[in-house]
């Protein structure tokens, strides 16, 4: 699983799980992560999309770090 904030600039958080499914806490933890090292951190909530790495792509000549989702499997709201 891939995690970034939504709308927002900061870190990405991956969630390795191979086949197996992944629990709702672990979703909830990697999202809340991802939340926290990012600009919007100090609103102290926020959407963080949750998708497969497959649905991520890094356009050509972009700017490091610069990526685009072209399929969110969900959006979490948490909070800090």
């Known amino acids: 699983w891939w995690f970034h904030v939504k709308d ?5 958080v991956v969630l390795k799980s191979g ?3 992944v629990p ?3 979703i909830l ?3 809340r992560l991802a939340l926290e090292h990012s600009s919007a951190a100090l609103s102290g909530k926020g959407l963080v ?3 497969k790495r497959r649905y ?3 356009p050509k000549a972009a700017k490091p770090g610069l990526v685009v ?3 969110e499997l969900r959006v979490v709201g948490v909070r800090v």
């Open 24 to 26: 709702e806490e672990d």
């Open 49 to 51: 999309i949750a998708t």
């Open 19 to 21: 086949k197996r499914e």
């Open 56 to 58: 991520v792509a890094k």
């Open 69 to 71: 989702v072209l399929k």
């Open 8 to 12: 927002s600039p900061g870190a990405h």
């Open 29 to 31: 933890f990697a999202a």
